[in-house]
């Protein structure tokens, strides 16, 4: 479990653990599995489907990407706080395989969908191979061999994808026409480590830059600013390096108020809701520009979600870090510690079933909707939580 740190006085020296990051981690990836089991179910409220591609305004699914982005954030200046001032290519290195390794899951798994009958593996076998290569390269405390052989299936899997071409992806081989949920946190990863690292972890030079990015997305989106032919075929800029990466420092800002050691806790907490609320209006006063819209990444988007999900995050905080309520979030600790098993562990167990040739008894109301596919998707989403404590228990933790 990743070591989270709080100063509780006026000394850093003083410290106890932030569980509330932990917890509120395994609330997000809940939240996501949930909603993922609920997609293109019938018979459902509005506000648990994705808001439409042209919509302005956001629904409880649009809310869980920024989470990731938001929380992720929050960990990077507890992770780097130590190295700053001490920036080393061995550290360089680590950001960059954590991104890279990030942005090379996130590739397979969008284009997982279009997978070719024609491939040499059948799908399930490659996706399940796929996902043991995952454990295996990234399980925490593993053997060196574990990660040597965990590479080498990797790679082999990446040369033998085979896909069906489409207007996203034009190639039968794997392409990045789409970097995936993952891909997507892997760049957003690397801009605001590097942003932090670069500014010595200056709350008020992070905050220029995080005004900076919205500016990025939107004078992109404008074409007032025109990217080398390059790089735009690698990367949406304006949305990947500018907006998504925005929402992530949006986090690593909250941390710095967090983490300030000549402020008493309370005084904390104002800070944060203050930052919430800032966020939240700053995202109101620039809707009209491109509106409140997921598909597009807006920067109203990107700052209204940020606010919601800062003001959510405050309330974990004060209950279980200052009040010391903490039995109620056991369950969620976990998916918070381990959250990349639990976010594969849904269609591990689905691909895994496929190879079994196992029957899906477990989701007979899915299709139907209604209060039953509430119900079921709840219950699945409640297995799959346990799966990862399983998972965690075993000593199958993930850290890339």
Known sequence: MTTHTLAT?????????LLSLDAFR??????????????????????????????????????VFPGFLFIAGMAIPLALRRAVGQVTPALLGRLCWRAVSLMVAGVVLANAYRYSALALLPRAWYMTLFYLAMLLLWRQGG???????????????????RGQPDADFPSVYLTHGWWGI???????????????????????????????????YMGGTA??????????????????????SANMLAGVLATLL????????????????????????????????????KIYATESYTLVCAGL???????????????????????????????????????????????????????PYLAQGGHAGLLNAAVLTLAMMGWTALANRAGWRLKF
């Open 9 to 17: 006085g006026g000394s850093t020296s003083s410290t106890t653990r």
């Open 223 to 244: 074409g007032a600013v025109v990217f080398p032919a390059a790089l735009d075929a690698l990367v949406n800029v304006p949305q990947l390096l500018g907006s998504t």
């Open 182 to 216: 993952l891909g997507m946190i892997g760049w957003a990863y690397l801009v605001c480590s590097l942003l932090y690292l670069a500014t010595g972890g200056n709350a008020m030079a992070l905050t220029g830059a995080l005004a900076g990015l919205l500016v990025l």
């Open 143 to 161: 053997a060196r061999w574990q990660a040597w052989l965990g590479g080498a299936l990797m790679l082999v899997l990446l040369l033998l994808f």
């Open 258 to 293: 967090l983490t300030q050691a000549a402020s008493t806790p309370w005084q904390r907490v104002r800070a944060l809701a203050w930052l919430a609320l800032a966020l939240f209006v700053a995202g109101l006063l620039l809707r009209p520009y491109h509106g409140i819209n």
């Open 26 to 63: 395994g609330f997000v990836i809940l939240t996501m599995i949930w909603v993922n089991y609920l997609g293109g179910m019938p018979a459902i409220p509005y506000w648990l489907e994705h808001a439409g591609p042209r919509a302005d305004g956001i629904t409880l699914p649009d809310l």
């Open 309 to 363: 999900i800062l003001a959510l995050y405050i309330v974990f905080h004060v209950l279980i870090d200052l009040l010391q309520w903490r039995r109620w979030c056991v369950f969620l600790l976990p998916a918070g510690s381990n959250a990349l098993f639990a976010y594969i562990a849904p269609d591990l167990w689905e691909q895994a079933m496929a190879v079994l040739h196992m029957p899906r008894w477990w989701w």
